[in-house]
């Protein structure tokens, strides 16, 4: 196995990208990241696109070809669509390592990309409960905030959290992103006003949910001993893990641990030889508020059913003990849900690199942390800067 | 919304290794084998976890709001299930509840 390099990164931003469509939002974002890598069009030797429910909303499949040919990328390029659920483009990612590190290919394009918007937001909620089990559970009319509200009221139960520490969890976001300009909203959000905002999933409430956006993201990997020869300061990943979890929430023994993510993590810390405590900043799934706290628990950052306490004692925030979501995540930055595990790496490559709106201090190893539907899929990465 | 359904839980036993599923299942994920038998369960469980809806999908957007829990049921497994509660009841962790019916909404608990 080669070591796989990331020397280029494109993306739009994260929000309401009104008169511009899927293909062109992913041609952006995609020439971006060519551009960015410095090569040419004609050295893409595959293509790896992540999205989920483009078919749904907007009629349009097919679309790895179609925004290949939008591009411009040679004909000979084999294009794929990769699909599981939000971790989409997590996946897209991890299929072109696979590429460059079994020594198949030497570049590789992958990238994420959702056009979410132009529909209504019930459009929206239909489209994406098609990632449960349409034989069982989502016949009930289980909703995502639904789930997340099951494991919300679960871990309340068990582990003494508060509807407080939720809140903060929205809170620190809404600060972060108003640094970020690729981020939907740049307010800062306060606990009152999020304990204020309507009921979604009780006890979610509208600003305990990620919002509904449009957006594309996109990276160019290279091997490793030739990441210099394109970029002054290539990112390496240093791990790459994939796993599968429970599709429904019944069959889960405990749904406030995700499994999903505890493997992925386990793998990928393995692979690349550290721990929990050596990573700088992570962007992890915080699709939901409590998502944010079950997430930190089972990637190790903290003993589970301390999340959320954690997050009151402020060790999640940019300067605490490990940076969450300085990009202000899935709750704020926006998570179009095809875009969103490239989205997040594209915030990890700014940091490690130096180059973020909310910088971490000396961020030297960070973390990706993308997962689908009930958890039934997940991607952890690991990416290391050189010196 | 709610139709008649059937009036019986009914679960799937692994004819292998023993384990109860909520159908539908072609083979035991456990253990592999591809005999089920069909179960009986009392009916009878708690609210293990509980949500109410507020936005739902397209097609459920006239029965906002409509509360959903996972059932533990006495036989140990887990179901997700519509709960059909009065004005008056509140859903609690814990709770007992009892089979109502299955229909196209899946499974109906009631306090
Ligand atoms: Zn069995």
Known sequence: MRGVSIIGIGTTPFGILEGKSLKEIATIACNEAIKEAGIEKEAVEAFYLGNFISGILLGQETIAPLVANSLGLPKQVPCTKVEGACCSSGIALRQGYLLVAAGLANFVLVAGVEKMTSATTEKNTEGLASAFDQETEGQTGLTFPGFFALIARRHMHQYGTKIEHLAL???????????????????KATVEEVMASRMVADPLKL????????????AVLCPSDIAHQFSRKPIDILASAHTTGFSTTYEMDDPTILMATVMAAKKAYEMARLFPQDIHVAELHDCFTIAEIVDSEDLGFFEKGKGGFAVED???????????????????????????????????????RGEHENQVRNAGIGLSHNLGATGQVCTVHIFKRRG | MNMPGEERLTLLRCAGCGALHVPPKVLCPKCGHEVL???????????????????????????????????????????????????????????????????????????
């Open chain 1, 207 to 218: 600003y305990d949910c990620c919002s509904i956006s449009d957006g594309a993201a996109a």
């Open chain 1, 169 to 187: 969890v929205s809170v620190k976001n809404h600060g972060n992103s108003t640094a970020n300009p690729r981020a939907r909203f740049r307010k």
């Open chain 2, 37 to 111: 038998l069909e179960h009986s369960a009392s009916g009878l469980g708690n609210i293990y976890t509980f949500t109410t809806i507020w936005v739902a999908p397209e097609a459920f957007k006239k029965q906002v709001p409509y509360e959903i829990a996972l059932v533990q049921l006495e036989e140990g497994i887990k179901v997700t299930a519509r709960i059909n509660k009065k004005p008056e009841e509140t859903l609690q962790i814990g709770k007992p509840v009892k089979f109502l019916r299955k229909n196209n909404l899946g499974y109906w608990f009631e306090l």
């Open chain 1, 314 to 352: 402020g060790l999640t925030q940019v300067g605490g003990k490990i940076p969450i979501n300085p990009s202000g995540g899935l709750i704020s930055k926006g998570h179009p849900v095809g875009a969103t595990g490239l989205g997040q790496v594209y915030e990890i490559v700014k940091q490690l």
